[in-house]
């Protein structure tokens, strides 16, 4: 693991390229073939991670460039899941969303290839972002199981074979992204579980990505959870959540949201460190990872690796000041 101070590192998603998505459109249409396909997405990784480490990033991830979605893709690859028609989420922003018709089981790899394919073409530390079971199930119809936490409990051991997989293949670093668990606190304890399923037998160092909800309602209860880091959202809230986890000890590291990924506003570098500083309320700087609130996929590319590159100045500075 990289344990330098304050690594930077991203949530999840990036902007695809728009070659990318025209090739898309042409492949569901049956235009292009399969090989093209792989070849396509494959680039469009390469070009993402350079971006990535151009920009400054010390962890990085393929910004989710064969993910249509952090729900479905997911659900097609998962033995009992089939897709409904989209339906809308917010704006103009839809997603196919899944049912759960049949037992749950694991029936190939999520994101080994992934991984295995990243790793080939980077040097630096990689995060393998998950979706976690609650949100799977909380996103999707379920239409086989008796109650919401028998769903929940089938798809973590499910999800638990892939993060074995990832771990026998090298991966230390592996996020569950779970942002539903804030907006249901009368089911905290289930989530807990979830996740205590997700990570047995799991040897990796694990984070928790949520960025939904009211993080009152579920604070200190996510300290319980079996994880090493918990990441969250600050910046789109105005930082003003800060305030919460300081009632009570802060038992984790931090995955500090330090940028607004919902606005194109390109935050400065001065800006930055005076967010990043907030983090050092809650818990000591060895703790803090620095990233933005959640992934960057609807934002412009340049104003995505503008906010990624101010983000890592802005890391790089406060860390030269604290080692002194």
Known sequence: MNRRLLPTTVVGSYPKPNWLRRLIREYEKGEISDKVMRRAYDDAVKAVVKEQELAG????????????????????????????????VWGNNYYPKPAIVDELRYKDELAVSDYKFLRKITDREIKV??????????????????????????????????????????????QIDDPAVPTHPEEIEVAKNSIEIVTRGVNAYIGMHMCYGD?????????????????????????????????????????????????????????????????????????????????????PSEVAFEKLRNMCQAARELREDLEG
């Open 129 to 174: 972002p998950i979706t976690g079971p609650y949100t799977l199930v909380d996103w999707s119809f379920n239409e086989y199981y008796r109650t919401r936490e028998e769903a929940v409990y089938a798809l973590a051991e499910v999800i638990n074979q892939e993060l074995r997989r990832l771990v026998d293949e090298g991966a230390n670093y592996i």
């Open 215 to 299: 993080y009152s309602k579920i604070y200190p209860e996510i300290l319980e959870f079996d994880v090493d880091q918990i990441d969250l959202e600050f910046a789109n809230r105005g930082f003003k959540d800060v305030e919460i986890f300081k009632e009570y000890e802060f038992t984790k590291d931090l995955g500090f949201g330090c940028v607004d990924v919902h606005t194109r506003r390109i935050e400065s570098v001065e800006e930055i460190k005076d967010n990043i500083r907030k983090a050092f309320s809650i818990v000591e700087p060895k703790r803090v990872y620095v990233d933005p609130d959640c992934g960057l996929k609807l934002l």
């Open 57 to 88: 990033v010390d962890i990085l991830w393929d910004g989710e460039m064969r993910r249509d979605e952090m729900t479905s893709y997911f659900a097609r690859r998962i033995e009992g899941f089939t897709i409904y028609g989209e339906v809308r």
